[in-house]
């Protein structure tokens, strides 16, 4: 009778076990990482929905405006009231919201998510998300008119946008260019860019204008593009001139001196480019630079922008490369002034570029100093035009004592020639941020 006695009890324990799991009065978990929201044509959600008694058994989401109700997405799982959910204890529903389908006007509005669990209470828990409607474009005006813009060269577009804008900007192919408020005239804006050397024929740079709902404008430039041809040359390479760049840059190759040669040539070079359009992410909302950008005085130039160089090895060539900046040469560790005022953002080795100085001119525009042979700036420095950075040097891949000189804006090579010439800089830019109305470049 004792042992009847102990299964009786084990089975009513057992039984008031169940029955108070069942019994749970702890609702579901409905959370969302947003708490509110701008919408604009189309606006994803996500919710999670989680429940570690029973289960979630039901889930839905609706959108309430002006006192009725649109349903957005409802699910059923599988399971029942005895032995709770069959599978997983968390769900995710994303929902996607499209106001015109729905027949929703702009304005303000709430999304809301409901979960029950499997308990015999069937327990429910409702988080809501306050949204904003706005499905209306933001406006914007082009100020600039018909502008000439060579390949591989700079241009400066001004515009007016309204204040509920969160971004925008001019776009040329596959790179963005941010605008910024115009330092000397907070109504409007204006962006500096580029037509990359590598753009495709036609390529037509458009401005473009996001709200913070995700409406967009899109208003394209009135531009004629100015092809041009590079100019291309021949780089012959020695085991010796390989090996000394590979125990500078590449410490501890163990291969042959062309393959770790390739390596910096392919691998570094585009690492070092990486480094550099990150730099770039962050310019000064200032224009810090004035003028036109002064070039290393008693110099010639030697390899010049965008020239396409073929590297030569025992009579074959081997690499291909396009050359981004100008090499200039004067005597050997000869001083190197900066081209304009800026702030030093970057001072240390750099790849291929060996000992660099990148500086900030503002506004998205930047210029790099390579093959140092000394640095004689710190990073976050303030700097004038004509203050020396260093000396120049042979460092990185640099076959002579030269300065390797490039500009770039937000991270693209462009031609330095353009910013050497007061005319270009008169033309393109001062007479674009005068107050006329309508200007072209």
Request: include cysteine; hydrophobic fraction near 40%; proline fraction near 5%.
């Amino acid at each position: 009778m004792r042992i009847v006695w102990l299964i009786l009890l084990f089975l009513v324990c057992g039984a008031a076990y169940y029955a108070y799991t069942r019994l749970e009065h702890e609702p579901p978990v409905v959370s969302t990482m947003t708490t509110q929201a701008f919408v604009g044509a189309e606006y994803h959600h996500l919710f999670r929905f989680k429940d570690p008694g029973s289960g979630i058994r039901h889930v839905r989401v609706w959108l309430e405006s002006n006192g009725k109700s649109y349903p957005l997405a409802e699910q059923e799982y599988p399971g029942s009231v005895l032995t709770g959910a069959e599978l997983a204890l968390e769900r995710e529903v994303e929902v996607t919201v499209k106001p015109k389908e729905l027949g929703v006007g702009d304005g303000a509005a709430t999304l809301e998510a409901e979960a029950t669990d499997y308990g015999w209470l069937a327990n429910k828990a409702n988080v809501e998300v306050p949204l904003s409607i706005d499905t209306t474009p933001p406006r914007a005006s082009l100020l600039t008119g018909l502008t000439y813009v060579r390949r591989g060269g700079s241009e400066l577009a001004v515009y007016t946008v309204e204040d509920k804008v969160e971004k925008h900007g001019i776009q040329v192919g596959d790179k963005f260019f941010p605008g910024f408020v115009d330092p000397g005239d907070p109504a409007r804006r204006l962006a500096f860019y580029a037509i990359p050397t590598d753009a495709p024929a036609g390529v037509k740079p458009t401005l473009v204008v996001n709200d913070r709902a995700g409406n967009s404008t899109r208003i394209e430039l009135v531009t004629s593009l100015q092809d041009r041809a590079f100019p291309a040359d021949t780089i012959p390479l020695s085991d010796e001139f390989m090996s000394a760049k590979i125990a500078e840059i590449l410490s501890g190759w163990t291969g042959s001196p062309l393959d770790g040669y390739l390596k910096i040539n392919r691998e570094v070079r585009k690492e070092n480019d990486a480094a550099l359009v990150e730099l770039c992410q962050k310019s000064s909302v200032d224009r810090i630079w004035s003028g036109p950008f002064e070039q290393m005085p008693n110099t010639h130039a030697g390899a010049s922008f965008a020239q396409r160089r073929s590297y030569v090895y025992q009579g074959k060539v081997v690499d291909q490369q396009t050359h981004m900046g100008y090499d200039l040469a004067s005597t050997s560790h000869a001083e190197v002034p900066v081209a304009n005022d800026g702030v030093v953002v970057f001072a240390g080795p750099l790849g291929i570029y060996g000992n660099a100085v990148v500086v900030d001119h503002g506004l998205g525009l930047f210029s790099l100093y390579g093959h140092l042979s000394e640095i004689g700036v710190k990073n976050h420095s303030a700097v004038v035009k004509g203050e020396s950075l260093g000396k120049t040097g042979t460092t990185g891949l640099a076959g002579g004592d030269h300065l390797h000189f490039a500009m770039l804006l937000d991270g693209v090579f462009v031609d330095p020639l353009e910013w050497f010439d007061k005319k270009w800089i008169d033309e393109h830019i001062e007479a674009k941020l005068s107050k006329r109305p309508s200007i072209g470049g």
